[in-house]
């Protein structure tokens, strides 16, 4: 959970992240666990130690061995992401790693001649990227989950998910000589939300977050974050600028594992084992890696023993990425619990008023309504909305207080 690069705008938007990763697969597990920064968190726990930790560029890797039955896990209170106005200035070393061609992101004279088409005309970095971004956004649909990874599939399909987006975002800056990165990481809130986006370097302001696919689905598709925990922005925004709940697991896709990555031979692989495709071809996610890297690190990577490869073996889902879930501190913290204490009780009251002539019962259940249409307004979701809403709900509410 590498937090580089972010500026924690108050004390008021810490966040609780705790993951979990147990060995329930047959023979040894190994684990390449995405590490957090100890000046970027608090309170930082963790039940042993790795074996091994190393770095690779901005990014700690913990390198763990784990027998059958043993689990690890690990906690800290951090800030959520925000990397606004970071003035950082890139060294040479991430400065190449961050214009590297890669397997997901590779930097093909298709996508060369896509990006200068598009950014024709325009000078400048932050010019250009924005001009990627306005194009992923009105040319790409978000389908998840896609039928393979890696930009060079999302060009040529045109739907794909959040990491499609990332991906091929990553891709286009490269070519044109402008430090990009795919961010792997998670919404803070909730149990196993995960969402990748991009961040790219410009020379004037440092890194900035750039999030094609919310910036999608918030031009194209507004309900569907519509009673969301998560806020959301003007979908423009999404150039610059994040609502502030996530945490950032990884600062890249396809990062060097260490100690290697020793994958199974091919033909010791079969489809039942297939995660997802990459690039058309099928990839086995705990049998095999990218050149020795793993294709993203949300917020692990693992290498199964082979014994689970045998007939009759099956992995069990939790086995793949472990399990993470992150809560909010403060009033957020606060405000969430009553927006599900609210809801809870106008469901009750809804199905106590089918059963029960009891006009009594409507009174808790419309304040209820009231309630969780404020706790949108406390939580900055949506508030122009639920503002007119909860005018409605409370004229319903004093409705139900003179009737009875």
Same mark, same amino acid.
């Given at each position: &959970?590498?937090?580089? @690069?972010? @500026?924690?705008?108050? =004390?008021?938007?810490?966040?609780?992240?705790?993951?979990?990763?147990?060995?329930?697969?047959?023979?040894?597990?190994?684990?390449?666990?995405?590490?957090?920064?100890?000046?970027?968190?608090?309170?930082?726990?963790?039940?042993?130690?790795? @074996?091994?930790?190393s770095t690779s560029v901005d990014q700690e890797i913990a390198y763990y061995e784990l027998k059958e039955?043993?689990?690890?896990?690990?906690?800290?209170?951090?800030?959520?992401?925000?990397?606004?106005?970071?003035?950082?200035?890139?060294?040479?070393?991430?400065?190449?790693?961050?214009?590297?061609?890669? !397997?997901?992101?590779?930097?093909?004279?298709?996508?060369?001649?896509?990006?200068?088409?598009?950014?024709?005309?325009?000078? /400048?970095?932050?010019?250009?990227? #924005?001009?990627?971004?306005?194009?992923?956004?009105?040319?790409?649909?978000?389908?998840?989950?896609?039928?393979?990874?890696?930009?060079?599939?999302?060009?040529?399909?045109?739907?794909?998910?959040?990491?499609?987006?990332?991906?091929?975002?990553?891709?286009?800056?490269?070519?044109? +000589?402008?430090?990009?990165?795919?961010?792997?990481?998670?919404?803070?809130?909730?149990? &196993?939300?995960?969402?990748?986006?991009? =961040?790219?370097?410009?020379?004037?302001?440092?890194?900035?977050?750039?999030?094609?696919? &919310?910036?999608?689905?918030?031009?194209?598709?507004?309900?569907?974050?519509?009673?969301?925990?998560?806020?959301?922005?003007?979908?423009?925004?999404?150039?610059?600028?994040?609502?502030?709940?996530?945490?950032?697991?990884?600062?890249?896709?396809?990062?060097?594992?260490?100690?290697?990555?020793?994958?199974?031979?091919?033909?010791?692989?079969?489809?039942? +084992?297939?995660?997802?495709?990459? #690039? /058309?071809?099928?990839?086995?996610? /705990?049998?095999?890696?990218?050149?020795?890297?793993?294709?993203? &690190?949300?917020?692990?990577?693992?290498?199964?023993?082979?014994? @689970?490869?045998?007939?009759?073996?099956?992995?069990?889902n939790r086995s793949y990425l472990g399990e993470w879930k992150i809560k909010e501190t403060g009033l957020?913290?606060?405000?969430?619990?009553?927006?599900?204490?609210?809801?809870?009780?106008?469901?009750?009251?809804?199905?106590?008023?089918?059963?029960?002539?009891?006009?009594?019962?409507?009174?808790?259940?419309?304040?209820?309504? !009231?309630?969780?249409? !404020?706790?949108?307004?406390?939580?900055?979701?949506?508030?122009?909305?639920?503002?007119?809403?909860?005018?409605?709900?409370?004229?319903?509410?004093?409705?139900?207080? +003179?009737?009875?």
């Open positions: &959970m590498s937090l580089t @690069n972010t @500026n924690f705008k108050s =004390e008021k938007s810490k966040v609780i992240y705790e993951y979990e990763y147990k060995n329930r697969e047959e023979g040894l597990t190994k684990l390449w666990l995405a590490w957090p920064a100890e000046n970027k968190v608090k309170e930082v726990q963790v039940t042993r130690p790795p @074996n091994r930790l039955g043993e689990q690890i896990q690990l906690s800290f209170k951090s800030g959520a992401y925000h990397p606004e106005d970071s003035s950082e200035i890139l060294a040479n070393e991430a400065r190449t790693f961050y214009l590297r061609s890669t !397997v997901l992101s590779p930097l093909t004279e298709e996508i060369r001649g896509l990006a200068l088409e598009i950014t024709t005309g325009a000078e /400048g970095a932050c010019d250009k990227a #924005e001009l990627l971004f306005y194009y992923l956004v009105d040319n790409y649909e978000y389908v998840y989950p896609p039928k393979t990874r890696g930009a060079t599939a999302f060009l040529d399909e045109k739907k794909g998910d959040c990491g499609e987006y990332s991906f091929l975002y990553t891709a286009l800056c490269r070519v044109l +000589n402008i430090p990009c990165r795919t961010i792997v990481g998670s919404w803070a809130v909730g149990k &196993m939300q995960a969402h990748v986006w991009n =961040e790219v370097y410009l020379e004037e302001t440092g890194w900035i977050p750039v999030d094609c696919s &919310m910036a999608f689905l918030q031009k194209k598709k507004k309900l569907q974050f519509l009673f969301s925990d998560i806020r959301t922005l003007p979908w423009k925004k999404y150039f610059g600028t994040t609502e502030g709940q996530r945490i950032v697991f990884s600062t890249d896709g396809e990062i060097p594992l260490e100690p290697t990555y020793i994958e199974i031979e091919a033909n010791s692989l079969s489809n039942r +084992n297939i995660f997802f495709k990459i #690039e /058309g071809r099928p990839f086995h996610w /705990g049998f095999e890696a990218i050149n020795g890297s793993a294709p993203y &690190m949300q917020p692990s990577y693992v290498r199964f023993d082979e014994r @689970n490869l045998q007939e009759g073996t099956k992995i069990d957020r913290r606060v405000s969430f619990l009553l927006k599900r204490i609210s809801i809870i009780v106008a469901v009750l009251g809804f199905i106590l008023g089918l059963f029960l002539d009891n006009r009594i019962l409507d009174i808790p259940a419309s304040f209820a309504l !009231v309630l969780v249409a !404020v706790s949108f307004i406390i939580r900055k979701e949506r508030p122009l909305l639920f503002g007119v809403l909860t005018v409605f709900l409370l004229l319903s509410f004093m409705s139900v207080l +003179n009737g009875t």
